[in-house]
């Protein structure tokens, strides 16, 4: 007995009535008749006759979607993306057993009819007719074809795919109308070769190329028979004939493909027979696909590339463009990614801080002068399954591109960039600074770029040591992380012109914003990204020009166009004499500052170290001539939490600074991504050198010990030329000639290094060297 369906819809016996309708219908359209002339058949229903006349005269193939292959900069595969696993391929290139194959069991009599088969119509209906209900579907395999086309153009859209497939009189008429326009535009051979490309073969295989290398490892053009007719068999049902999940029910489903082959003359009865005996001979490749399946840590990477794809306008002006681009597939991404770069830093991430650690490490390196994302790797894996640490939380990028939702504050990596908008405004390198460890600024000394005062009350802050205090000049500073120094420095700078060298360099903020005009800014109080401080210590390495980071170096469709991508676009934030003069300090960092464990020995390498407060945060970024690395090091996941008395790595910290854990990780990742042979230097430059009130004393213990020196007069230790006569000092001008005096307690040095004299007074500069005066 036939079963009726709940809900009062219609019984079997119905739908075959139903089915009759249609078949007529069919009958009509073939012959070109009028559908208002079958009204009194009762199946002019709503949509159907008004529909006709705006069904598209010419069937819309959508690009059928196929995986996407992301490649490194020297060509070696990263990953395969895909919302398809699908690769497109001609007839020529399919097994003629799967032609036939398809053709016998889906539709035998394809190459005799057209669009439409009035004898398997027939055929249907007295099969349907003596069972009571729907047994057997009459639809040709191109009006299959047509139904999977409407299908893929759904997409992922539940809606859509719920439009495309359902059994209405209405959607019947509009597949065979444009199932005519197919037979008339495409042709029976090209139509098989679309229909095994766009079919689903179960297993998340699309067209017969998938399936063949999911079940069997091999291309469809290799396919035995059995092979084929196992495949053919899948399409019908893929979940209830599949292979994998239930092998007996495929194996007698294969059987009858085979048999029907036989029927219509495909094959022998005797190969049928021998092929029916056969084992499955499954030999199942697992499928790779996304990100998660990147080689070497890639996959943060990876996904990076994802994102620009989805958000950069030269990919489409809207964001439905770009997604239906990236969706679609088929392309192939090669990458600025280079293999043995992001070997290095995949290896320094995860050799100094473990995965199951509490806190995370992150690695980028940018290639100066042309922005190249060389590496990015991090501590923990990519991928959903947290038991295993993994993480799609991009470390290294702002939250648009997958990154946290501020991104990090960088602490002191900040102080090189108020350090060059000080030498652009006319300030020596041998500019003193004398403070006590702690520090206490009027905020209304600090102006932003709209000219109004930062802020009212006093910016309170201090070094990081009690030992800290002093007389420093900008080398000296910079090398032991002066807080109070570069606090003053930014003063005599200017807040706005700190800024402004911010935004030439690419410093960027995490979340999207703009750069907070803030005093505390030179102290690294602005969050920002690896990303964007591989990019900005870049501009040091490149002579003062800044080079907005790319990801991507060319890009190919399925049908081998090109497609257009994003170039760096470089431009000049500070002159050359400001970059060198910055390397050949922060040299220094790496050589007998703060950053000693991170120096390399064999080049040139400059760097800074930062750690904000309460060691949240850990950096160093540095920079040899040809390659820029930040590295990033504390707490990724909620609150976060201090970097004391911790093990990290295995190894015990008592508390993390800039300089012991992200300056060996850079080492590493630099040692590893840069070529033994290739070692560029700095441009040399003579830097002028402050002299502290310690190296005065200094200097004076020196010259007491000396035998007949005669400092008490006014000639610097020189025998007096005239004897017995006295010339006041201003009559000669210079005033204390370089010494140190006292007017109303308040101590003035001054400080005469080649060309540049600079003078600080009770803690504030004075610097009288004109714009760039310092300069050699």
């Known amino acids: 007995m036939p079963n009726k369906p709940s809900g009062g819809g219609l019984t079997k016996t119905q739908q075959a009535a139903k089915f009759l309708g249609v078949s007529m219908l069919s009958g009509a359209v073939l012959a070109g ?15 159907t006759v008004e529909g006709f006349d705006e069904i598209p005269a010419n069937l819309k193939t959508p690009p059928l979607s196929q995986r996407t292959t992301i490649l490194d900069s020297e060509g070696g595969q990263i990953a395969t993306v895909y919302s398809r696993d699908r690769t497109v391929v001609p007839l020529k290139k399919i097994s003629p057993y799967m032609q036939k194959a398809i053709v016998a069991i889906e539709d035998s009599r394809f190459y005799e009819h057209g669009a439409i088969d009035l004898k398997g119509v027939l055929r249907a209906l007295n099969k349907n007719a003596q069972a009571g209900e729907v047994s ?55 139509i098989l070769e679309n229909y095994l490309n766009i079919t689903f073969f179960g297993q998340q ?3 017969v190329e998938a399936a063949s290398r999911r079940y069997f490892s091999k291309s469809a053009a290799d396919l035995k028979l059995s092979e084929a007719a196992l495949l053919a068999g899948i399409v019908q049902s893929p979940s209830r004939f599949d292979p994998v999940n239930d092998p007996e029910e495929a194996v007698k489903r294969r059987n009858v493909v085979l048999q029907r082959m036989a029927e219509v003359g495909d094959i022998t009865p005797a190969e049928a027979a021998k092929a029916k005996e056969s084992k499955l001979g499954l030999k199942i490749s697992r499928p790779k696909n996304g990100c998660i399946t990147a080689v070497d840590g890639a996959g943060f990477f990876c996904d990076y590339v ?79 399954d947290q038991t295993k640490h993994e993480t799609v939380l991009n470390l290294a990028v702002d939250s648009k591109m997958g990154g946290t939702t501020y991104g990090f504050q960088v602490g002191s990596t900040f102080k090189p960039i108020t350090a060059a ?37 006093n910016w309170d802050l201090q070094n990081e040591l009690e030992s800290e205090k002093g007389a420093w000049d900008m080398t000296s500073a910079l090398g032991k992380s002066i807080n109070t120094y570069f606090a003053m420095l930014e003063q005599k700078a200017g807040l706005c012109d700190t800024v402004q060298m911010a935004r030439k360099m690419g410093y960027q903020r995490g979340d999207g914003k703009d750069i907070g005009q803030n005093p505390s800014i030179t102290l690294g109080g602005e969050e920002s990204t690896p990303l964007s401080m591989a990019a ?138 840069l070529d033994a042979s290739d070692t560029p230097s700095f441009n040399p430059i003579s830097v002028p050198r402050g002299r502290t009130e310690k190296e005065k004393d200094e200097d004076d213990d020196r010259r007491d010990n000396k035998p007949g020196d005669n400092r008490g007069n006014q000639n610097g230790g020189q025998e007096d030329p005239f004897p017995g006569i006295t010339i006041p000092p201003d009559l000669l001008g210079g005033g204390d000639n370089g010494g140190t005096t006292t007017d109303g307690g308040v101590t003035t040095g001054t400080t005469t290094t080649g060309t540049t004299t600079g003078t600080t007074t009770n803690g504030n500069a004075n610097g009288n060297s004109g714009p760039g005066g310092w300069f050699p």
Not at 33 to 47: E, M, Q, R, T
Request: net charge neutral.
């Open 205 to 207: 295989a699309y067209g």
């Open 306 to 384: 994802r994102k620009v794809i989805l958000n950069d306008p030269a990919f489409g002006k809207t964001e439905e463009e770009r997604k239906k681009l990236w969706n679609l597939g088929g392309l192939t991404v090669k990458t600025t990614l280079s293999p043995r770069a992001q070997e290095a830093a995949n290896e320094a991430a995860t050799s100094k801080v473990y995965k199951s650690d509490k806190v995370a490490a992150a690695v980028v390196q940018v290639q100066p002068g042309s922005g190249k994302i060389l590496s990015m790797a991090q501590s923990r894996p990519y991928g959903l």
């Open 536 to 673: 900005t210590y870049a501009t040091f390495a490149n002579r003062g020009t800044y080079c907005t980071p790319i990801a991507i170096e060319s890009i190919t469709t399925a049908d081998d166009k090109k497609i257009e991508v994003p170039e760096t676009s470089c431009s000049r934030a500070m002159s050359e004499q400001t970059a060198d003069t910055i390397n050949q300090m922060l040299k220094g960092v790496v050589e007998d500052g703060t950053g000693t464990q991170a120096g390399l020995s064999d080049r040139d390498n400059a760097g800074k170290t930062g750690t904000t407060n309460d060691r949240k945060d850990a950096w160093f970024v540095g920079y040899t001539p040809n390659l820029s690395t930040a590295v990033w090091v504390g707490d990724d996941v909620g609150e976060k939490a201090s970097m004391y008395n911790i093990t990290i790595g295995g190894t015990y910290y008592d508390k993390v600074c800039g300089g012991c854990l992200p300056g060996p990780i850079w080492r590493i990742a630099m040692t590893g991504a």
């Open 136 to 190: 057997e579907g009459a639809s040709t395999l191109t009006q299959q074809y047509v139904k999977n086309v409407f299908v893929e153009e759904a997409g992922d859209d539940a809606d859509k795919v719920a439009q495309a497939t359902q059994q209405t009189l209405g959607r019947k008429i509009q597949e065979l109308k444009y199932a005519i326009q197919v037979e008339e535009e495409l042709g029976k051979k090209k």
């Open 421 to 457: 908008a000080a030498l652009e405004k006319g300030l020596s390198p041998a500019q003193v600074f004398s403070s006590g460890w702690k520090l206490s600024l009027p905020m209304n000394s600090f102006t932003n770029c709209k000219g109004s005062p930062a802020g009212s009350g």
């Open 33 to 47: 008749i009028a559908l208002p002339a079958f009204g009194a058949l009762g199946l002019a229903a709503k949509g």
